[in-house]
């Protein structure tokens, strides 16, 4: 019986994102953008999901009034409104397009040529259309291999996969299985693009916002073990459909000798790395994730 009022349940939910699908594809990506935002910050504040957005704010930055917190998870709805929106039209970006929607700052040199003789990994978080990073690497001329979390709907799960396409490279379904593919991709060549921003259970305590979140420790053992470079990749929303897509200078990966030492020390560095992105403007973060322990 339970399974049954799941199966239904599932098929309405699917329903509902395939109208929206089917509506925000019809619509250019600049309309459907405003669409999918203002719906987004219509109706997202009053679910009871926005108070892990409120709990996680007033703990993370705690310096912030009532009206920041509420200006900023109406800000958040919004920019999750209009990733969303922007789904079907993901194939029609051209990244590097001169005078284009998305805007290039490219302090690691990726856009001009890689080494072939290195790998490659990209991490990003889920701030701003965080979709535009592997897109960008993969018209970039890299091989990319991603790992996500998929939806607990299957068929949501496939129209995703549907909408993200080629563009995104290969994407690998979180899992047992998905640390040994991570493995035999580098080892042929591809670049890793990695969202590192979700809570691990199973990970290892690394300091974010002042108060240790459990990290997964994967980018760090693959840098070090393939001696990778590491670049930070962020994409920020500038105005509706248009962004700055930003590849950082490549973090140093350290070698002591002392492999939890170093894996620390680098994931210390990446969730640095994350926590300036998002104190710069936290209304493009997704401040839903439990990314702390209660």
Same mark, same amino acid.
């Given at each position: ?61 705690? &310096?912030? =009034? ?80 991603? #790992? ?47 969202? #590192? ?17 459990? /990290? ?13 470079? #590491? ?24 070698? /002591?000798? =002392? ?9 210390? &560095?990446?969730?640095? &790395? ?21």
């Amino acid at each position: 019986m339970a399974e049954a009022r799941r199966a239904r349940r599932d098929r309405l939910e699917a329903l509902g994102a395939r109208l929206l699908y089917i509506l925000f594809r019809l619509l250019p990506i600049d309309a459907a953008s405003a669409l999918g935002g203002a719906l987004a910050r219509l109706v997202g504040p009053r679910l009871g999901a926005s108070k892990r957005a409120v709990v996680n704010l007033r703990r993370a930055l705690p &310096t912030l =009034d009532e009206a920041d917190i509420r200006r900023i998870v109406r800000g958040m709805w919004e920019n999750l409104g209009r990733v969303v929106a922007e789904y079907p039209h993901l194939g029609e970006i051209d990244i590097f397009q001169a005078g284009g929607r998305v805007e290039i700052i490219d302090d690691a040199g990726v856009s001009r040529g890689h080494d072939p003789a290195r790998s490659y990994i990209f991490f990003s978080a889920h701030y701003g259309n965080w979709e535009i990073a592997a897109i960008a690497a993969t018209q970039a001329g890299f091989k990319i291999t991603q #790992v996500y979390r998929a939806p607990n709907n299957p068929i949501i799960n496939g129209l995703l996969v549907n909408a993200r396409g080629p563009s995104s490279g290969e994407l690998i379904r979180k899992g047992p299985k998905a640390a040994r593919r991570l493995i035999e991709a580098v080892a042929q060549g591809h670049a890793l693009a990695m969202l #590192v921003d979700q809570k691990m259970n199973d990970g290892i305590a690394v300091p974010f916002f002042g108060r240790d979140a459990m /990290t997964a420790p994967a980018l760090a053992r693959l840098a070090r073990r393939f001696d990778s470079i #590491v670049v930070p990749a962020r994409v920020e929303r500038l105005d509706g459909a248009r962004f700055r897509l930003t590849c950082e200078a490549p973090l140093p990966v350290p070698h /002591t000798g =002392d492999a939890h030492a170093d894996i620390l020390a680098l994931m210390t &560095t990446v969730n640095a &790395t994350v926590e300036r992105w998002i104190r710069a403007d936290p209304a493009q973060w997704f401040w839903l994730h439990r990314r702390w322990p209660e």
